[in-house]
């Protein structure tokens, strides 16, 4: 889990405390840095598990999360698992709304998945896959090279990208019975913020991958002849831009009202008062992602990550009923790891994406060894 600071990823500690199984052998790390990516990849490094789960730091495992994936990796050989992210309650009308809208196909499409626990047990891939509730084979992360450290976000995405193309026999599963909470984002401010940040990072994983997909190659075609015709005829240009985006917009309203009364998140919470609420934040989430996309074709909102160091702490959801003294608790040659490791990632602070939180820099020096454990109970 990466976080800016410890105090961040307190309360999603303390749920994965009281909600691991006492016959579920886990550890958790939490790595405190800026560079979500390099510090998943500094924790994955440090990890003992047979499995990784990545989380974030705001993410807390549904009741059921423990007892779905041991049923999961029963079943099924799992090379990478993930479920979808809801909205963890109590919440308000807005953050309902947005998850509503984010979970609904006809406005998101395949992502829709990531928010709705849609269908059933399926492949999964970038589409339907977050990093926020996600399970990996530590050897297949750790073979595939780990997260590129200058993508974020969509750090996943190129993961996932590049592991199923180097990797094509991976077993990628989607479950949505894999469920992991989190609060949602609380005003239009930040939704639009975020989603300009989403579009800014599909265009930086186009510049890592050197693929544009089939909606960026209409992006990229649609801003060539608007400045085509900018430069040949600007008055009329922008005349007819205002009215075609004026049509646009109110077409766009209608259209989403429709699309947004098939909304499948949670009936029984339903927003009150919010009549048009759902359709003016897909119009936000929709012209914010793909204004992100084209600043990120001139490189803006394109900032290198901050690659210093990384602190990680370790702690045992179960210890054993009898452990050596402190001094003694280090890696022994021939000892079993245990089933999971957690690792849990907060973003970085928004106005500092090139320094940690606080602007201390930690050393490896701080990293704290993690201990292994007697051979764990099958699950």
Known sequence: MPAPSEDVALAARASLRESCPPDVSAEFLLAIGANPSRQRNAAAKQAQGQYLIFLDSDCKVDASFWSRLGKLLQEQKVDVAGGPVLLEEPATDFERSVQSVLGNPAITGQSAARYAPIGVRRGGDQYNLILANMVVRREVF????????????????????????????????????????????????????????????????????????????????????????LLVAPAATLFG????????????????????????????????????????????????????????????????????????QHEWLNRPKKLPPPSDLVAEEGASPPDFAVAKTPPPPESSPTSPAGGTRHSPADETLAPRRPPPPEL
């Not at 996943?156 to 077993?171: F, I």
């Open 142 to 229: 750790a073979a595939s090279g780990g997260l590129n450290e200058n993508l974020y976000p969509n750090e996943e995405n190129e993961w996932l990208e590049r592991l199923q193309r180097e990797k094509p026999a991976a077993m990628v599963h989607y479950d949505p019975e894999l469920i992991v909470r989190r609060p949602q984002r609380k005003s239009f401010r930040e939704l639009g913020a975020t989603f300009m940040r989403y579009g800014a990072g599909r265009t930086q994983q186009t510049y890592a991958t050197k693929e544009l997909n089939l909606m960026q190659k209409i992006l990229l075609a649609t801003v060539l002849v608007l400045l085509f015709f």
């Open 241 to 312: 831009l205002s009215i075609g985006l004026g049509c646009l917009v109110l077409l766009g309203v209608i259209v989403l009202s429709i699309a947004n009364e098939h909304a499948i998140y949670d009936p029984a919470k339903p927003t009150q008062g919010y009549d048009f609420m759902p359709s003016l934040i897909s119009l936000q989430i929709i012209g914010a992602y793909f204004t992100g996309q084209i600043f990120g074709l001139f490189g803006w909102l394109h900032k290198k990550r901050w690659m210093g160091e990384v602190q990680l």
